[in-house]
């Protein structure tokens, strides 16, 4: 994606490819002007900043969905951070492994570039979700569950201001739906684009989200994530094919 940003006489011009995390330090990954790649430490979040502000001010859209929730625009970098180098890196690695092990008839409607770049992005959202509804370590109310549902419309709408395939768009902004179009945002035309995308965006992201301890509860392990993923399949909301190379994944690289 390509960030433009112009602050007095200083021009931010840059391509973010994505995060990576060594050891307890998360990177940006950059191209620069050249072509280079390089890195540039997580906790320069003044660039995030700037990118996520100008995405706004690209699309009129998005302030009007955040007024319509009441919810003053504030962009939270250190989200960003965290949703980099940890849940959206990982979930990557699970959409990528799962995507690798379901049938070649399944993979033919979806390259694993665009599942990469999907679920490296899923979650961009959230930087304009008040962290006090994020962080909040109790059951979130009627209203705050509503706002924190649109984090995902919020993405498709910072990112289509982006040079982002309209599939990756799509992934994003349906990454919490399900096989029986019962999560959001709501189906209007009763087509799902990239269905398989969908489901392996959204079942790698539950189950690296059920991995990870958060506010309101601990963090559960290997089995423990699948028994709740089986219970979806069991209800029609997961692909068996999925859930079936999502176990074998897990089974290899995350015994833990």
Known sequence: MLFTHTP???RFNAELLGAVQVSSNTFFVYKNNEGGVELKSGHEEKAQKLAVQHMM???PRIKRLLSKCRIKPAIDTKTLKELAGGHMNETCNVAVGIYSLIPQSLRRGISLDIIKEA???H???KVLIPSKILNKPAKLSPRERRIMNIHSTLGYELLKTQNIKEETLDLVKY???NLKGSGYPIILDNHLPS???VQIISTADKYSALR???VYRRRLSRIE???ILYKEVLEGKIHKEIYKALMIYAAKFDRA
Request: aromatic share 0%.
């Open 123 to 125: 979650d961009l959202g």
């Open 175 to 177: 990454h919490h739906q």
């Open 8 to 10: 007095k006489q200083k």
């Open 57 to 59: 001010s690209l699309n």
């Open 225 to 227: 994530s699948l028994l």
């Open 212 to 214: 990870e301890a958060r």
């Open 195 to 197: 269905d398989i995308g």
């Open 119 to 121: 679920s490296m992005l």
